[in-house]
């Protein structure tokens, strides 16, 4: 078998002798000839048939003799074109063999059929061949499983990772490190994931996503490892202005807002200078700033390290091989890149496997994001973790749609089974955006009700490539709840469906929202009204522990910063107490200026 460049034919025309075979062939002649740059051959089981339609129609190609019962022969075809077009049906009798051909050969394939079932089939049988970037993800995340079992077997006492993990990076997914992540953290040989942060929104004022579910490492005794690549006024003019940094106070504040985060989210991080010979950090003030962390890292790494959060959002691992690039942009990457940071409470992160695992804490408010292919079994875990912890659930856009254990897959009555809300969906595209209604749900009482939801309209810098990109948020297909007995809190602004939808349920309340992305805002007055611990309503970047609260500014005023325990905080650089047993302080910011607190007193 040749590769596809080489092979002798472009495309073989398999059933030519079949009523459409024979449209086909005479269309082939019609259009391409039989001497033009398009190598073709007609293909069939019985020679003289062959012969009478070549005759019949004018084509004067090769003829292939290959019977569907005989794997050796489709095989010989498959691995001699590029294109294999069947009409030979009903393809659940004769079409299995030749499917399983030209998979193995890595041809094209196109046929007629209208049986779901044997399509069904086929894609589970072949579906490395049928997704190809699924295989993509999955292939690298079992080469980097199986050169870890080879160090470890050598090397046993030896930590071993990889740079594995683009999440948080849509554009990226395609890269092939994004859908093996729960493969490679299962397979027990595998200390770490590394990755740097997302390259944009970095500048003062705004945060860096992070391209791994962290909380799932957490899960299984395994790191996440960001690394720092954090940029400095040190640049050259090119990115300086990229990042919007231009003296040592805006170096100080991102170099502080990305350590706070990574003491309170309990990452681990290395801060990476790529100048030759160093420059991005080589400076005494970068120096005796990096000492100073090291200093409070080690007090931190010395308490208690559970985190307590309240918030859990959840992700789904499989859905971005069943969905375009935008929607996994809409629901995953702007969520994570300009939102999250912002609510104003400390949010875990996890795929939605974890709900199985008796290890994941309880939270108040579960957010489900990109979940829409969901086993039964997966359903069942959800909803039993959520009722579980008596809390609320936020579903977004199409939790379920896809259900791989129906014999109908794709339905929008499957988003039933997780909201306890009748469903319905039109078949339009429609744009996201809705407003709160005026006599809305207790739990969005306090959202501004002129405010347009479901659009993002934050700046989006890039900060490694000029420009500022903008993002109109739609949905195809729309979906909403049709469900008398729920609430609708909001409704979209086009159509005039339910946007916003409440139910409460048995021990746990479920709000349905039809947009895949909306502002912080939203998130937080849920997880107030879910009893989830609201640190401040400022719109700062807020990161937060048991023990630690770093804030970064998002914009020059007064700060409110509610604490969840009577103590007296204590910024770690100041070296300063704010206050003295309270739950409440006030303070002025710069914006891009970063404050990190001790809720346990002084290091």
Same mark, same amino acid.
């Given at each position: 078998?040749?590769?596809?460049?080489?092979?002798?034919?472009?495309?073989?025309?398999?059933?030519?002798?079949?009523?459409?075979?024979?449209?086909?062939?005479?269309?082939?002649?019609?259009?391409?000839?039989?001497?033009?740059?398009?190598?073709?051959?007609?293909?069939?089981?019985?020679?003289?048939?062959?012969?009478?339609?070549?005759?019949?129609?004018?084509?004067?190609?090769?003829?292939?003799?290959?019977?569907?019962?005989?794997?050796?022969? =489709?095989?010989?075809?498959?691995?001699?074109?590029?294109?294999?077009?069947?009409?030979?049906?009903?393809?659940?009798?004769?079409?299995?063999?030749?499917?399983?051909?030209?998979?193995?050969?890595?041809?094209?394939?196109?046929?007629?059929?209208?049986?779901?079932?044997?399509?069904?089939?086929?894609?589970?049988?072949?579906?490395?061949?049928?997704?190809?970037?699924?295989?993509?993800?999955?292939?690298?995340?079992?080469? @980097?499983?199986?050169?870890?079992?080879?160090?470890?077997?050598?090397?046993?006492?030896?930590?071993?990772?990889?740079?594995?993990?683009?999440?948080?990076?849509?554009?990226?997914?395609?890269?092939?490190?994004?859908?093996?992540?729960?493969?490679?953290?299962?397979?027990?040989?595998?200390?770490?994931?590394?990755?740097?942060? @997302?390259?944009?929104?970095?500048?003062?004022?705004?945060?860096?996503?992070?391209?791994?579910?962290?909380?799932?490492?957490?899960?299984?005794?395994?790191?996440?490892?960001?690394?720092?690549?954090?940029?400095?006024?040190?640049?050259?003019?090119?990115?300086?202005?990229?990042?919007?940094?231009?003296?040592?106070?805006?170096?100080?504040?991102?170099?502080?807002?990305?350590?706070?985060?990574?003491?309170?989210?309990?990452?681990?991080?290395?801060?990476?200078?790529?100048? @030759?010979?160093?420059?991005?950090?080589?400076?005494?003030?970068?120096?005796?700033?990096?000492?100073?962390?090291?200093?409070?890292?080690?007090?931190?790494?010395?308490?208690?390290?559970?985190?307590?959060?309240?918030?859990?959002?959840?992700?789904?691992?499989?859905?971005?091989?069943?969905?375009?690039?935008?929607?996994?942009?809409?629901?995953?990457?702007?969520?994570?890149?300009?939102?999250?940071?912002?609510?104003?409470?400390?949010?875990?992160?996890?795929?939605?496997?974890?709900?199985?695992?008796?290890?994941?804490?309880?939270?108040?408010?579960?957010?489900?994001?990109?979940?829409?292919?969901?086993?039964?079994?997966?359903?069942?875990?959800?909803?039993?973790?959520?009722?579980?912890?008596?809390?609320?659930?936020?579903?977004?856009?199409?939790?379920?749609?896809?259900?791989?254990?129906?014999?109908?897959?794709?339905?929008?009555?499957?988003?039933?089974?997780?909201?306890?809300?009748?469903?319905?969906?039109?078949?339009?595209?429609?744009?996201?955006?809705?407003?709160?209604?005026?006599?809305?749900?207790?739990?969005?009482?306090?959202?501004?009700?002129?405010?347009?939801?479901?659009?993002?309209?934050?700046?989006?810098?890039?900060?490694?490539?000029?420009?500022?990109?903008?993002?109109?948020?739609?949905?195809?297909?729309?979906?909403?709840?049709?469900?008398?007995?729920?609430?609708?809190?909001?409704?979209?602004?086009?159509?005039?469906?339910?946007?916003?939808?409440?139910?409460?349920?048995?021990?746990?309340?479920? @709000?349905?929202?039809?947009?895949?992305?909306?502002?912080?805002?939203?998130?937080?007055?849920?997880?107030?009204?879910?009893?989830?611990?609201?640190?401040?309503?400022?719109?700062?970047? =807020?990161?937060?522990?048991?023990?630690?609260?770093?804030?970064?500014?998002?914009?020059?005023?007064?700060?409110?910063?509610?604490?969840?325990?009577?103590?007296?905080?204590?910024?770690?650089?100041?070296?300063?107490?704010?206050?003295?047993?309270?739950?409440?302080?006030?303070?002025?910011?710069?914006?891009?200026?970063?404050?990190?607190?001790?809720?346990?007193?002084?290091?």
């Amino acid at each position: 078998m040749g590769t596809r460049d080489d092979r002798p034919f472009d495309l073989i025309l398999y059933g030519a002798t079949s009523f459409v075979g024979r449209i086909l062939a005479r269309r082939l002649v019609e259009r391409q000839g039989t001497t033009g740059p398009l190598r073709w051959a007609i293909a069939g089981r019985d020679a003289a048939k062959l012969e009478r339609i070549a005759v019949e129609v004018g084509a004067d190609v090769e003829r292939i003799i290959a019977d569907a019962a005989d794997p050796d022969a =489709l095989a010989d075809l498959a691995g001699s074109t590029r294109v294999v077009v069947s009409t030979v049906g009903p393809y659940a009798l004769y079409g299995s063999d030749l499917v399983a051909a030209v998979a193995a050969a890595g041809t094209d394939y196109c046929d007629l059929t209208g049986e779901p079932q044997w399509m069904r089939k086929m894609i589970d049988q072949h579906q490395a061949t049928a997704d190809y970037y699924r295989a993509w993800h999955l292939g690298t995340a079992k080469s @980097v499983v199986h050169f870890a079992r080879i160090i470890k077997a050598k090397s046993p006492d030896k930590l071993v990772g990889a740079f594995y993990g683009s999440y948080g990076c849509t554009n990226l997914i395609d890269g092939g490190t994004a859908g093996g992540v729960l493969h490679i953290l299962d397979s027990g040989v595998v200390d770490f994931l590394a990755a740097p942060g @997302v390259y944009e929104n970095r500048q003062p004022g705004g945060f860096t996503g992070q391209r791994e579910m962290n909380d799932s490492f957490r899960l299984r005794n395994t790191m996440f490892i960001v690394e720092e690549d954090t940029r400095t006024h040190f640049e050259n003019r090119h990115y300086q202005n990229l990042i919007e940094m231009f003296d040592m106070t805006d170096t100080y504040g991102i170099m502080k807002r990305d350590f706070g985060r990574n003491i309170c989210e309990d990452l681990q991080a290395w801060w990476f200078d790529q100048h @030759v010979g160093g420059g991005r950090y080589k400076h005494p003030d970068i120096y005796a700033l990096i000492a100073r962390q090291q200093e409070i890292a080690r007090f931190a790494y010395s308490l208690d390290r559970r985190k307590g959060s309240e918030i859990a959002f959840i992700y789904d691992e499989e859905s971005i091989h069943v969905t375009a690039q935008w929607a996994s942009l809409d629901s995953i990457e702007m969520t994570r890149n300009y939102e999250i940071a912002h609510i104003g409470a400390p949010v875990d992160q996890y795929y939605h496997n974890d709900t199985a695992n008796p290890a994941m804490p309880a939270y108040k408010l579960y957010v489900f994001f990109n979940v829409y292919s969901l086993t039964d079994q997966e359903r069942r875990d959800i909803l039993a973790k959520v009722k579980r912890d008596h809390a609320v659930a936020l579903w977004l856009y199409a939790p379920g749609v896809i259900n791989p254990d129906r014999e109908q897959q794709f339905s929008h009555e499957y988003l039933s089974d997780l909201t306890g809300m009748r469903s319905a969906m039109l078949l339009e595209n429609w744009s996201s955006k809705f407003k709160i209604n005026g006599d809305a749900h207790p739990a969005f009482a306090e959202l501004d009700k002129g405010q347009i939801f479901g659009a993002l309209d934050r700046r989006m810098p890039n900060n490694v490539r000029p420009g500022v990109r903008s993002r109109e948020t739609s949905s195809y297909p729309v979906f909403y709840m049709d469900d008398p007995s729920a609430l609708t809190a909001a409704r979209f602004l086009g159509n005039r469906l339910p946007a916003l939808s409440v139910k409460a349920m048995d021990g746990w309340t479920s @709000v349905y929202c039809g947009a895949k992305y909306v502002r912080a805002e939203l998130y937080r007055a849920v997880a107030r009204y879910a009893g989830c611990h609201i640190y401040s309503d400022d719109g700062d970047c =807020l990161y937060a522990s048991r023990n630690f609260v770093t804030v970064h500014a998002a914009t020059s005023g007064e700060k409110c910063l509610r604490l969840p325990v009577v103590c007296s905080p204590y910024e770690l650089y100041e070296r300063q107490t704010y206050g003295e047993d309270t739950r409440e302080i006030r303070f002025s910011m710069l914006r891009g200026e970063t404050k990190m607190f001790s809720l346990v007193g002084k290091d």
